[in-house]
């Protein structure tokens, strides 16, 4: 086995579950220890606008101004990446997320009661979901941690098909920093953090074509924080 293989199998979805359960239901308990620092949020936000709007220019025929028809937002949580921002370039946006008491957050927001802007909201884990709806937009962010390589390009295998003829998907995702370049296991939530190159197979294997890739920009040195990269995906055509 090569060496950056298998680290996935010590990813248990209950553990993850019953770590995120005890987590507050609010955006700063999203961040763990970062929402203590509302600089993140706001950072990660305003470079997430910004990346997109470079992603729509790079697609034929996708509309550079205005918004989107309908995002959907992977691993939502609490809705932090709606709310700061999917809300605010898509009409509308759907949500996907196991822990039943984020998903009440979402399904009590405003965002969901009054502006409409989110719909489906779909309390289930990215390994079980299919989507049954066509997206402008696929936005995963901080969450494919939580599944293993195999569930991880199904995942995508279904979010391609799901794409809009001029539809995106975009993974934004802290990268690992292991010495030896490996995927690296963390058993506090029962994650894996991988490598670049390690994203970039699984983007191959899932029938993806890379149109651009950025880190994210901005936050402190100071904090020694994990590097966190975007990723936009089509499909190969
Ligand atoms: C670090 S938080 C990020 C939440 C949100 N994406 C954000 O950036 O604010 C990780 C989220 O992944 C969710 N999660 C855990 N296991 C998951 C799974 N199997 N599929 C989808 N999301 C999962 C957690 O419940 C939690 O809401």
Redesign the pocket.
Known sequence: MAANEGVDAQIN?AA??EY?NNVPAT?NG???MLGAYPWYTRIDLRGSRSFLARVRRLIPGCTTEGRLARAVD????VG??TEGFLGLVSEAVDA????AK?TQVLQASALKREQKIIQDVYTM???DWQPDKAYDLVWI???LG??KDQQLCELLQRCRAALTATGVIVVKENLSTHPQGQDMYDELDSSVTRTDDKFRALFDQAGLRLIASELQLGFPKTFKLLPVRFYALRKIN
Do not use: D, K
């Not at 996907?96 to 822990?99: H, Q």
């Open positions: 979805t993850s579950i995120w955006a999203m961040l763990a992977c691993g939502a949580g932090r990446v996907v997320e196991p822990v984020f884990g990215l390994e962010q901080f969450c939580h599944l």
